[in-house]
């Protein structure tokens, strides 16, 4: 009977060991596949790929430590200044004319415009000029009439003595008034030994005159003859 029970356990012992060393029997499960992706989940997954391997790519580089630089502020250039001076005052020019003449004071010693007198009346103007040239007047400068009515006086005549610039003559005419009523004017310049002519104003080119106004009045206003003199 002891022989007996061995025999069973022995028998169990190697039921249970072929049992463990059996294969599975359990069925192996099918590789299962990847589900299909539309267009954007493909996009988004190839961008993380490409994101992860740049990522790794990066890690394996050797990394360099950034130092700052300070920046200098930029140099300003000094532009130079252009020095300006006061500008000049005006001075009064020296180029005067050669001839030149001017009125004096008085101008008219004798006979005042629109002075009246009687048909025929004898009479004497004279005025009084100032060199305002640069040249010398000299006894060869003419005293000329130059236009309306010369009234009967000699119409040229040599100045009497020499008169530089600044200095002042007086010039004397003899006239006759006309016999008919009315205005009358007459005109004179002088004239260079050259037979230029020249007068007062600003460009030397006006004439001075005597003007007066003949009448029938029996008593003509007198009349006041006066020998021209040099004035310094």
């Not at 009234?151 to 003559?169: K, R, Y």
């Not at 003899?174 to 004239?191: I, K, R």
Request: hydrophobic share 40%.
């Amino acid at each position: 009977m002891q022989h007996l029970s061995f025999r069973y356990l022995l028998l169990v012992v190697i039921l249970s060991i072929l049992a463990a060393c059996r294969p599975d029997s359990s069925p192996t499960p099918a590789p299962s596949l990847p589900p299909v992706l539309n267009e954007n989940e493909l996009l988004q997954t190839s961008v993380a790929q490409v994101t992860q391997a740049a990522f790794e790519t990066l890690a394996f580089l050797p990394t360099t430590t950034a130092t700052s630089t300070p920046i200098s502020a930029p140099e300003i250039t000094q532009i130079a200044t252009i020095a300006r001076s006061a500008t000049p005052e005006p001075t009064p020019t020296d180029d005067l004319p050669c001839n030149k003449a001017g009125a004096g004071v008085p101008f008219d010693i004798t006979i005042p415009d629109d002075t009246r007198m009687y048909a025929g009346q004898e009479f004497t103007k004279t005025w009084r000029l100032v060199n305002r040239g640069s040249c010398k007047w000299t006894r060869l400068y003419r005293l000329v009439f130059f236009s309306q009515n010369p009234m009967g006086a000699i119409q040229e005549q040599f100045l009497s003595g020499e008169v530089l610039p600044g200095q002042a003559i007086d010039l004397s005419v003899q006239f006759f008034a006309p016999t008919a009523p009315g205005n009358y004017q007459s005109n004179w310049m002088l004239q260079d030994p050259d037979g230029n002519l020249f007068g007062i104003g600003f460009n030397a080119d006006a004439p001075f005159y005597v003007k007066i106004i003949v009448t029938n009045d029996p008593t003509p206003t007198p009349t006041i003859t006066l020998t021209p003199t040099l004035t310094p």
